[in-house]
């Protein structure tokens, strides 16, 4: 599912294997300052997970699509966001 938030931005809510669920969001900012700090905040919390008893997975795209977004969402391709995208996965039976 592609979600639509902002003029710029979106989110998608994907199963890509039985009792996973992944979440990513784009991120766009607009101005050199803030690009800046965005990375370094996504960076972070890419990074946190380290310091959490069950974590969800959490990876920061900032380069190259992820495959299965990029398979199941083709228009994405064609698509700037000046941070990337930031994703969080979680076995459903973890989550409660």
């Given at each position: 599912?592609?979600?639509s938030y902002r003029p710029?931005?979106?989110?998608?809510?994907?199963?890509?294997?039985?009792?996973?669920?992944?979440?990513?969001?784009?991120?766009?900012?607009?101005?050199?300052?803030?690009?800046?700090?965005?990375?370094?905040?996504?960076?972070?919390?890419?990074?946190?997970?380290?310091?959490?008893?069950?974590?969800?997975?959490?990876?920061?795209?900032?380069?190259?699509?992820?495959?299965?977004l990029a398979k199941a969402?083709?228009?994405?391709?064609?698509?700037?966001?000046?941070?990337?995208?930031?994703?969080?996965?979680?076995?459903?039976?973890?989550?409660?």
């Amino acid at each position: 599912m592609e979600v639509s938030y902002r003029p710029d931005e979106k989110y998608w809510v994907m199963m890509p294997a039985s009792g996973e669920i992944q979440v990513y969001l784009a991120v766009n900012f607009h101005n050199d300052v803030e690009v800046s700090l965005g990375r370094v905040m996504l960076l972070e919390w890419q990074d946190s997970q380290r310091k959490v008893k069950t974590p969800p997975m959490i990876k920061f795209h900032d380069k190259e699509l992820p495959a299965e977004l990029a398979k199941a969402f083709p228009k994405l391709a064609s698509e700037k966001y000046s941070n990337g995208l930031i994703s969080f996965s979680k076995l459903r039976a973890l989550i409660l």
